[in-house]
């Protein structure tokens, strides 16, 4: 039986209309993560590749929502000290300590000078134990799986001080609104001295491994590149912001916690790219443990928590037991939380990622009435669809790895 | 017992086969192990050291020190892999699926069959090669062979059916394409020089290991045998090369879908090209069994030489896997395009220009 067969060769005037079209041909969407090893966390990017380049790429995030600024309307504020922690899970003890510092400023609670040191030394820590990992994780996105060991082996020990410390490796909840949970340990200083005096070879290892090393700068140099300008206009901070070559570091432009006190140095860099934030990093991390240091030489005696703040800081667990006054006060502050007027206040801490700012609206009370937290993971995250286009796929990698965010801050 | 004199020719080359096979994979096992314990103490760690063997095990000194060295863990890898669940998932091409983790192990397997490990000499002085078959056409029959590889991981990538695969595929194709041609190039001067026109070894590798008795040929062709090192770096897909894989963006490359025995044959697979590229190496450029270069072999005729000159031979296999190793866990991945700026713009005109300059430099010769 024969049959027939219709062949359209179609309208050629509109097919050539399309010819660019059809030369191009097609994109291809990419789904990276939620669950990926790129990620870091769960983020989620809609990539969409044209060949091996990144045409498109939207950031979603969402995944480690927990409403933690809702929570915290139902708590009391030392309550809500463990929740800072689960912040930016890589430097807790920084997240503590700027969270106490936004309280204290709405009650103009002045903590004692001991008290301010060794919060310091918490931050610059956590500094050191974030930036320690940022670097590493660096180097095992570009393929270098050797330095991501050497940090986490330096973090472990960094854990073992934060462990004799907080009692706790990871999750610190260190501070108490108006001072700090204990006073350091003895001989612990001892022992930071130690780290630091450790952690500096493994840095200039690390420096040896990767700084100079030709495959890594070809990975790296001119990748991810952020300009001046939108490093500022997406609201980029910490060490993102200032490798563009912006000179802002709390620290120093806003100083809290004595920070006034110390000398350092504030590392800038100069083309914004991914070369350039892993060197200040690097940098950064040599810094903190010069103000380590100075910490450790001029840590002033007395109270570590505000003696005279007799409504917030609930006194230590042998003068409770031993005089009437303290028991009162301690049952109060337990049972209703540390007394902050109302108003409101805004502070904004230099962590390890960036700004972390915790916006506090009190109606008097133990608890926030509202409590609004800003993460610099956001902010850095918000560039990626900016940022990555044009990039190849390999590079989404390297890019996500030196803008070092971290999930738990930025989905709060 | 003429009948068993009649079948000795086929069942002999079947039983050194089945060794050979046995050895082979025993040391692509022991090779994983090398790597898991030289890359933890090149990162401070200790690596694999709880597998204990009941009766090996339970002696008192010596197995403490074998289980703290993790002699037993390649057996407890290998039972893993068997005793997974055989997961397929459900949008993959069934028939290819399979047959690609099959044809990824086999090149590797096949091109053994060439592959001289050692010599014996007999009582009147003449040396034998000892390989399963000393092929005239040694040297092509691996450049052929090895070159199939790269169809189990374009096979793996393409019945997947799924994205990131498909991107592990297309590079490692691409790659390993590339490469090969700067491979190619690259030993061209070593066979030129080792047998001359006529000469009775022609491309076997035997030929080119008796040649390098006094000398080893990457002594005076260190620009062949660098071209070629890096070359069989991007052939068997080791980081810095490891496109293919890229755990940190294509997850894990062609073998994102496969699980269980499927993998372990892609993970064998990788280990066992390891092992001919470190092998084909020595024999190229360092001299195969043949002691240091400028010295007389010491080991003496008979079988006692013949098994000294095979150990000689796997020791310096085992300082290349070494050296493989050590790269691997030293250096970061290059970028897709970088790899490929890399073979054809860097290796493949510098392999092309040594090949010019020694062909020119033995016509000069042979004019003089």
Not at chain 1, 180 to 191: M, N, Q, S, T, Y
Not at chain 2, 281 to 307: E, I, M, N
Request: glycine share 10%.
């Amino acid at each position: 039986m024969a049959t027939t067969k219709e062949i359209s060769i179609g309208d050629l005037g509109a097919r050539a209309g399309k010819a660019e079209e059809e030369i191009n041909g097609e994109t291809m969407a990419l789904n990276i993560g939620p669950s990926h090893p790129t990620t870091h966390g769960v983020l989620r990017l809609l990539a969409e590749l044209d060949g091996d380049i990144i045409t498109k790429c939207e950031p979603v995030i969402g995944y480690l929502h927990r409403g933690d600024e809702k929570i915290a309307e139902n708590m009391t504020y030392n309550q809500f000290v463990p929740y800072t922690d689960r912040l930016d899970y890589l430097a807790p003890l920084a997240n503590n300590v700027a969270f106490a510092m936004a309280v204290e400023k709405l009650a103009a609670l002045e903590v004692p000078e001991r008290c301010q040191a060794i919060r310091v030394l918490c931050c610059e820590l956590a500094r050191v134990s974030s930036h320690l990992l940022g670097i590493g994780v660096f180097g095992m996105d570009a393929g270098a799986w050797t330095v991501f060991m050497y940090t986490f082996t330096e973090r472990e020990k960094l854990y073992t001080l934060f462990e004799e410390l907080t009692g706790a490796r990871f999750t610190t909840s260190y501070t108490r609104i108006g001072g700090v949970a204990r006073d350091i340990p003895e001989g612990w200083l001892g022992r930071v001295t130690d780290f630091i005096n450790g952690v500096l070879p493994v840095l200039d290892e690390i420096d040896k491994l990767l700084t100079r090393n030709r495959i890594f700068i070809d990975r790296t140099q001119g990748i991810g590149a952020i300009s001046r300008e939108d490093a500022i206009a997406y609201g980029l901070t910490g060490p993102n912001l200032r490798a563009s070559g912006v000179d802002l570091d709390l620290r120093k432009d806003k100083p809290y916690l004595g920070y006034e006190n110390y000398d350092f140095d504030v590392p800038i860099g100069t083309t914004g790219d991914c070369y350039d934030r892993y060197l200040l990093r690097a940098e950064e991390v040599r810094q903190s443990v010069r103000i380590i240091r100075q910490v450790i030489d001029t840590i002033p005696d007395g109270s570590f928590y505000a003696e005279d703040a007799k409504r917030i800081f609930s006194p230590p667990k042998d003068k409770v037991l031993t005089s009437m006054e303290e028991l009162i006060q301690n049952f109060m502050i337990t049972t209703e939380g540390p007394q902050i007027p109302a108003g409101e206040a805004y502070f904004e801490a230099e962590n390890p990622k960036g700004a972390l700012g915790f916006f506090v609206v009190s109606k008097g009370g133990g608890g926030p009435y509202r409590l609004k937290i800003r993460g610099p993971s956001f902010c850095s995250l918000s560039i990626l669809d900016k940022l990555v286009p044009g990039h190849y796929m390999t590079d989404i990698t390297v890019i996500l790895g030196s803008l070092d965010f971290v999930m738990g801050e930025c989905d709060r | 017992m003429t009948l068993f004199e009649a079948w000795l020719p086929v069942i002999l080359p079947v039983i050194f086969a089945l060794v050979m096979i046995s050895v082979f994979m025993g040391m692509c096992a022991y090779a994983v192990l090398a790597e898991r314990k030289i890359c933890s103490y090149i990162q401070g760690r200790v690596g694999p050291n709880r597998t204990r063997l009941p009766l090996i095990g339970n002696v008192p000194i010596l197995g403490d020190f074998l289980t703290g060295l993790g002699i037993f863990q390649p057996a407890a890898d290998g039972l893993k892999f068997l005793f997974k669940e055989e997961i397929t998932p459900g949008h993959v091409k069934l028939g290819y699926y399979y047959l690609a983790p099959i044809i990824a192990l086999t090149p590797a397997l096949t091109t053994m069959v060439v592959l001289p490990f050692g010599r014996y000499v007999d009582a009147a002085g003449v040396v034998q090669p000892l390989a399963l078959a000393n092929l005239d056409v040694g040297f092509l029959f691996i450049l052929a062979i090895s070159s199939l590889g790269v169809y189990g991981i374009v096979l793996a990538g393409w019945a997947s059916n799924s994205k990131y695969p498909f991107l592990g595929a297309i590079r490692s194709s691409a790659q390993m394409i590339s490469y090969e041609l700067a491979l190619g190039v690259s030993i061209l001067p070593v066979f030129m020089w080792s047998a001359a026109p006529g000469s009775e070894y022609g491309m076997s590798l035997f030929g080119v290991v008796q040649a390098q008795e006094t000398l080893w040929i990457g002594i005076w062709q260190p620009l062949s045998a660098l071209i070629f090192l890096v070359a069989i770096f991007a052939e068997t897909n080791r980081l810095p090369f490891d496109m293919a894989e890229s755990e940190t963006d294509l997850v894990g490359g062609f073998h994102t879908e496969y699980g269980a025995f499927k993998f372990g044959l892609f993970f064998v697979a990788e280990y066992a090209h390891i092992i001919m590229g470190s092998a084909i190496f020595v024999l190229l450029f360092a001299g195969g069994w043949h002691f240091l270069p400028g010295l007389a072999d010491p080991w003496p005729a008979g079988p006692v030489g013949a098994v000294l000159s095979v150990l000689w031979f796997l020791a310096k296999i085992a300082f290349m896997i070494f050296f493989f190793i050590w790269i691997r866990w030293t250096l970061p991945r290059f970028r897709y395009d970088q790899v490929m700026s890399l073979g054809w713009k860097i290796l493949l005109p510098l392999a092309v220009g040594n090949l010019v300059f020694n062909t020119l430099l033995i016509a000069l010769i042979d004019a003089l």
